[in-house]
């Protein structure tokens, strides 16, 4: 068979059909249906979309044909990503490239017809062709050499398509590395910090924006595992504050949650995040559960209307604490102002209550911020967590 002559920027084609990521690559449904549907349409029993590589062709997809691959010698696409539209071969026995290919003279098969449009890339190159091919001598109508070339330009943008998501899903693999490492960098930073305090301020302050850095770690984190980047689910995202806050309690200390599968925009999981540490962090404090019990710290989330829902915190920090006034900068105060400012700043509403069985706080946020619903004020006194036991912080 006459090989076909390589084009005059082999190198850079060749790099531009790699860049796909498809070669050898497990079939698609996508291809398949456009093969299926030409033999169909075309009746023709053989249909294939070939990537013409270094020294063979590819099948992205066939149909009526076995081998997923054959060698450049057997390949009439090769000289097809040479014209300048589609190559048609009426009787391939009478075509100088193809009348001794082992498909067409029967050494493998009996292949008498041949028509390939190209699958030409945005920067020009031919990297292969949608082909058809028949077991006898045909001729395309004007209206199926048009169905032919249109279906390649569709072939094409399926390609395209898949090789922008395969690059954006690197391109996120690559931002989420780095920003787990920023992350990671600025709590270490926190921890070192603390560590030289001698303020216990200082110290309660530092805290406080370590528990919102671990707040975000875990939103991030939750966020890389969904298709969706600005949106997550609340109960997973629960469990994982969850567990983070469970590595860091005491040993007897529980964390239950109770979540509905409430998908909210990043920035209310952001919010409800910094509510939940800081309750949390407020209840390991000043929490004094009866009976020499452990404490406990139950997290509830349901939906209470079409675009709102309530966040419940309760522990079980029955018995009064210490009475003493504190400063306001210690992180019982600067905890509910941090708490107060995050379900303000997404249109929430706090408030909080003492039951016989210790502390609750119920914070009431919407699901979508673009809903269009008016904006409820955030709601909460500065005395807000440090009202166990009647020590309230400083106003």
Not at 117 to 136: E, M
Not at 152 to 162: G, I, K, N, P
Not at 246 to 271: E, G, L, T
Not at 277 to 286: C, D, L, P, W
Request: some cysteine; proline content about 4%; aromatic content about 4%.
């Amino acid at each position: 068979m006459v090989l076909a002559r390589k084009p005059s920027i082999e190198d850079e084609r060749l790099a531009e059909l790699r860049s796909f990521g498809v070669l050898d690559a497990a079939a698609d449904p996508a291809f398949d249906e456009v093969v299926d549907l030409l033999a169909t349409t075309l009746k023709v029993p053989v249909v294939l979309i070939s990537l013409v590589d270094e020294n063979r062709q590819w099948f992205r997809a066939r149909h009526g044909f076995a081998p997923s691959e054959t060698p450049l010698n057997q390949s009439i696409c090769s000289h097809a990503i040479l014209e300048d539209g589609l190559l048609e071969i009426e009787d391939t026995l009478n075509d100088v490239r193809s009348a001794d290919n082992p498909l067409c003279c029967g050494l493998v098969s009996d292949l008498r017809f041949y028509a390939g449009a190209p699958l030409i890339t945005r920067s020009g190159h031919r990297i292969g062709t949608l082909c058809v091919l028949d077991n006898k001598p045909r001729r395309l109508s004007a209206a199926e050499r048009k169905l032919l070339e249109v279906m390649a330009r569709q072939v094409m943008r399926q390609l395209d398509l898949e090789r922008a998501l395969r690059n954006k899903e690197i391109l996120r693999e690559e931002i989420d590395h780095r920003v787990k490492n920023s992350l990671q960098t600025v709590a270490s930073t926190i921890r070192l910090y603390r560590a030289r305090m001698r303020s216990d301020e200082a110290r309660e302050a530092l805290d406080a924006v370590g528990r919102r850095v671990d707040a975000i770690a875990q939103l991030h984190a939750e966020l890389n595992l969904t298709s969706k980047m600005h949106h997550l689910r609340l109960d997973s995202y629960l469990e994982r504050v969850a567990l983070l806050l469970q590595r860091n309690a005491p040993d007897a200390a529980q964390f239950d949650i109770d979540a509905a599968p409430i998908q909210v925009d990043s920035r209310v999981a952001a919010a409800l995040g910094v509510i939940v540490n800081e309750f949390a962090a407020n209840s390991g404090k000043y929490a004094r559960p009866a009976n020499g019990e452990g404490l406990r710290v139950c997290f509830e989330l349901r939906r209470v209307g079409p675009n709102r829902m309530t966040l419940v915190c309760r522990d079980n920090g029955a018995e009064s604490g210490d009475t003493t006034q504190v400063d306001e900068l210690n992180s019982t105060s600067l905890g509910a102002r941090l708490m107060q400012a995050a379900a303000a700043q997404v249109g929430g509403t706090l408030t909080e209550c003492r039951t016989p069985q210790g502390f609750e706080l119920r914070s009431e946020l919407p699901i979508d911020l673009d809903a269009g619903a008016e904006a409820d004020s955030g709601q909460i006194s500065p005395r807000a967590v440090a009202a166990r036991g009647g020590a309230p912080a400083a106003e």
